[in-house]
């Protein structure tokens, strides 16, 4: 069985509560989206070892400790499943789930 799982990572600001851009706080624009794309990874690796979810339909996008959760999962039982493997992440400071159940096949 192959498992695909594909991610998108943005840059952002330095902090999830702060708007205060990553020039004025003194972090670089490029350690913030390199940050972006480690959590990113770290998130897709914990999600695909998690047991009982089908991660072939999952995204992943991080910015600044905030990770959001797109896609589909075959069950509803899924959600809850990848939401905490990805809180279960360190440096995800909140997680955002916009994922829907879509069953196989359809």
């Known amino acids: ?4 799982i594909f ?13 205060v851009p990553a020039s004025v706080s003194g972090t670089s624009k490029k350690a913030v989206r390199a940050e972006n794309r ?3 990874k770290d998130v897709l690796r914990n ?4 047991k009982g979810l089908n991660t072939s ?5 991080a910015r600044s400790g905030v990770v959001t959760l797109g896609g589909s999962v075959p069950e509803a039982s899924q959600v809850e499943l990848a939401v905490a493997a990805a809180r279960g992440v360190g440096g995800v400071a ?13």
Do not use: C, F
């Open 1 to 4: 069985m192959a498992v695909t």
């Open 7 to 19: 991610g998108h990572a943005q840059g952002g600001t330095p902090d999830a509560g702060s708007a």
């Open 38 to 40: 480690r959590l990113q």
């Open 47 to 50: 999600l695909s070892k998690t």
């Open 57 to 61: 339909n999952l995204v992943v996008v």
């Open 94 to 106: 909140e997680v955002k789930s916009n994922l829907v159940v879509r069953p196989e096949g359809l």
